[in-house]
């Protein structure tokens, strides 16, 4: 939540920032400002609403020229999102620029010190006092910002990142994190800090992950990293392996449009160079040998939103697979409720982002009674993956939009392996029976394509149903995470309401919810094999459209059973039960998707959302 940016070197400041902020965008979108350093004095220029209200005021009320400069683009915390709380923050003396992401969780205090020696405050923020704090620490330690910085950040409670500019220090940017993400970008002759990469990869992709607690302080020429307490930190370099254009629209209308349409490749990547010679499955990142795999006999998965619902399918496959107990919980609800965990239990945290605070905390909370942790994450350099005791990225390249679409099939598809490399160390399966799913799971990005061909009717349908008060959503086995998810981004694109249910909880409860014309989405499972779940949910859609209910049945190739009792029907291709759901979720994207344009809504950035969640 929240986008930071900063930047110094030879280039006008201002454009790399607004720039980066545009690619940040997605992190929080209340308000953004910007402050450069020119001569002896800061200037800052903020505004509540997008980028593209400051970029308004930019144009009415331009900046002066600048090498060093700081921009925000806010989610709004502490304070309503206007100009006045609109970050940069600055000090009384008007000396010291500061932006923040996070929460300082002591601010009330701090807040109250400086009141009581009579600083005015004039916003309602948090990160107002960091700005007072440096000016009133700068001049005891000889104007130097970067150790002004460190004393201040040993007086915070709460997670933050936190980048400051000061006007006597014309060639300086500090930064600070704790828990919130910041990375540095190194360049040549210039130097960026960003919370993300992809705001300054137009420019370098040679990047520095910050560690817990550290300050590090930017010229042209020099990155220097410290600890809180001043000590010299070590840093973890690393090379962005996607450039500029992967995080541009390229011809699509929205992002969302382009991630959908990226699926069969961000998919084919999740499993590209995991497959040996002989079909099995080789994952040389996973940092847990082979005794302590054997020894897991529990896995518990952490995740919010949509990694939640790749959590809860890939619950199905982890337990038919390996045959070890598996629990799916939201990650704000763990480490509340005293969960029995042990050196045995494998706690798989899945965050796209890697920059969830919830499954930050959940996790650490595992590690501390002892749990190993297995992280599924796409983007590099942050905390989650840093502090987790084996990786696996999905390497689903960014994802921009605020609703997450590919970030989700390529965790479902990075869970499948995991499970299976349980299975296949642990000896449950045979490597034939091993090798057979791997290519089910291999000819996926295929069908993905074929299924992304045929859509156009769904989006028929969404035009079609855009006055509907509700939508529903059933399904049962994977189906019903499926639905869930369907009804999530209904929610949060198309801002309506719209819920998941297994289809067997139907009759115990939200049948009274049916009225004649309400959309019914139905996820139906392959009918192959005589499969029971098939028949029970063939009933399920009767009992829907007894009721008066709309049907929208979404249904293997071929599968007439349902024919009779589908108001419309959306195929997939067929596959095994446990694929569907790289098939069957994406007509639900493209279905929220379409709905919300023509509801007229932003799609890449809905009301209310930030793509990270970077507080609790
Ligand atoms: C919904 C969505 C969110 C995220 C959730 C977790 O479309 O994107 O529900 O899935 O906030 O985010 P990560 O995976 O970054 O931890």
């Known amino acids: 939540m929240c986008g930071i940016v900063g930047y110094v070197g030879e280039k006008q400041a201002l454009t790399v920032v607004v720039e980066g902020l545009r690619r940040l965008e997605y992190r929080g979108y209340d308000s953004a400002g910007v402050a450069v350093v020119c001569g002896d004095r800061l200037e800052t220029r903020k505004k509540a609403g997008k980028l593209a209200n400051l970029e308004v005021l930019l144009g009415s009320d331009p900046l002066p020229a600048s090498t060093t400069g700081i921009g925000h683009t806010r989610w709004a915390t502490h304070g309503a999102p206007n100009d006045v709380n609109a970050h940069p923050h600055v000090s009384e003396d008007g000396r010291i620029a500061v932006i923040h992401n996070g929460i300082i969780e002591n601010f009330a205090e701090l807040r109250a010190e400086l009141a009581a020696d009579g600083v005015l405050l004039t916003s309602e923020t948090d990160t107002e006092v960091v700005a007072h704090l440096l000016a009133a620490q700068s001049p005891l330690v000889g104007g130097d910002l970067a150790e002004a910085m460190r004393q201040v950040c040993r007086r915070l409670e709460g997670a933050f990142t936190l980048v400051a500019i000061d006007s006597e220090q014309p060639n300086l940017v500090v930064g600070a994190r704790r828990n919130s993400p910041l990375v540095v970008g190194r360049g040549e002759g210039e130097n960026f800090l960003a919370s993300d990469v992809s705001a300054f990869i137009a420019y370098t992709r040679e990047a520095i992950e910050l560690g817990q607690d550290q300050v590090v302080a930017l010229t042209p020429e020099s990155i220097v990293v410290t600890t809180f307490d001043g000590e010299p930190a070590e840093i973890s370099e690393f090379t962005v392996t996607w450039d500029a254009s992967a995080a541009e629209k390229g011809g699509y209308d929205t992002f969302m449009l382009k991630e959908i349409a990226e699926q069969p490749r961000a998919v084919a990547d999740t499993l590209r160079g995991r497959i040996g010679r002989e079909g099995l499955l080789q994952l040389d990142e996973m940092r847990l040998g082979d005794v302590e795999l054997r020894e897991i006999d529990k896995i518990i998965i952490i995740a919010c939103g949509t990694a939640y619902h790749a959590g809860l399918i890939a619950k199905y496959a982890i337990e038919h697979w390996t045959r070890i107990p598996c629990e799916v919980e939201l990650a704000s609800e763990f480490r509340y409720r005293d969960p029995i965990l042990d050196r045995q239990t494998l706690v798989v945290a899945i965050s796209q982002s890697v920059e969830t605070m919830d499954t930050l905390m959940a996790m650490r909370h595992a590690r501390e009674q002892g749990s190993r942790v297995l992280a599924i994450c796409n983007t590099q350099g942050s905390t989650i993956p840093r502090e987790s005791d084996a990786v696996l990225y999905t390497h689903a390249g960014p994802e921009v939009a605020v609703a997450s679409t590919k970030a989700f099939l390529t965790q479902v598809v990075a869970c499948y392996l995991v499970a299976l490399y349980l299975a296949q160390v642990r000896g449950n399966k045979f490597g034939d029976e091993i090798v057979a799913i791997l290519r089910q799971l291999s000819d996926m990005p295929q069908k993905i394509d074929l299924m992304l061909d045929t859509v156009e009717p769904v989006r028929e349908l969404a035009r079609a149903f855009v006055h509907a008060r509700s939508v529903l959503f059933i399904g049962r086995h994977v189906g019903y995470p499926v639905a869930l998810e369907g009804a999530l981004k209904l929610k949060e694109l198309a801002y309506m309401?719209?819920?998941?249910?297994?289809?067997?909880?139907?009759k115990h409860g939200p049948i009274a919810l049916l009225e004649e014309g309400l959309p019914v989405?139905?996820?139906?499972?392959?009918?192959?094999?005589?499969?029971?779940?098939?028949?029970?949910?063939?009933?399920?859609?009767?009992?829907?459209?007894?009721?008066?209910?709309?049907?929208?049945?979404?249904?293997?190739?071929?599968?007439?059973?349902?024919?009779?009792?589908?108001?419309h029907i959306i195929r997939v291709p067929e596959c095994p039960t446990l694929m569907q759901p790289l098939l069957a979720t994406v007509p639900l994207q493209v279905f929220a998707c379409e709905m919300a344009t023509a509801k007229g809504h932003d799609v890449d950035q809905p009301r209310n959302l930030a793509k990270s969640v970077t507080v609790e």
């Open 521 to 567: 989405i139905v996820v139906v499972p392959s009918p192959r094999g005589r499969s029971v779940i098939h028949e029970k949910i063939v009933s399920n859609i009767q009992e829907v459209r007894a009721r008066g209910a709309l049907t929208i049945v979404i249904a293997e190739e071929g599968d007439e059973s349902v024919t009779p009792y589908a108001d």
């Open 497 to 506: 309401h719209a819920e998941g249910f297994a289809a067997g909880e139907l």
